[in-house]
């Protein structure tokens, strides 16, 4: 049977729509807005989960951690992200000129929802913590 969520090309193409919204993000903000993207009437940013709904959506966080390494990998060695180093956060990960090219030639309607979502989440998180992120994890986990 094959996947149809949760690819890793569809890892990738988010995680790219992702740093292309919100650059500077290290592995574990990503990992968390990705999923509150995905999951976003879950969690409440928005009307519709983009991937269905989850009867354990915390359990899938660690599930798609891998899928996300493996994505940012990939990304890297396509020059579609650059990674640099921040003294608080560690390894962040920004969009390439490259990478920006390629983000406008997506065109598709989840795509477009999940680039959507991943803007409301930034404008009512900012500025971004991983502590918020995990706050919001937390208390979506114990409803």
Avoid: H
Avoid at 4 to 13: K, Q, R
Avoid at 23 to 52: H, K, P, Q
Avoid at 99 to 124: E, F, H, P
């Amino acid at each position: 049977m094959q996947k149809l969520f949760n690819t890793e090309f569809e890892v990738s193409m988010r995680l790219l729509i992702l740093v292309d919204s919100i650059g500077n993000l290290n592995e574990d903000e990503l990992a968390y807005i990705d999923f509150f993207s995905i999951y976003s009437r879950t969690f409440n940013f928005g009307n519709d989960n983009l991937n269905g709904d989850c009867s354990f959506p915390v359990n899938e966080i660690t599930i798609q951690r891998k899928l996300i390494k493996n994505a940012i990998k990939d990304l890297v060695l396509k020059s579609l992200i650059k990674v640099s180093f921040d003294n608080i956060k560690g390894y962040v990960y920004s969009v390439t000129n490259q990478g920006y090219s390629y983000v406008r030639k997506i065109d598709d309607s989840y795509s477009r929802q999940y680039q959507q979502n991943v803007r409301l989440i930034k404008s009512k998180l900012s500025p971004i913590s991983i502590l918020k992120l995990k706050e919001i994890a937390t208390q979506r986990s114990d409803d």
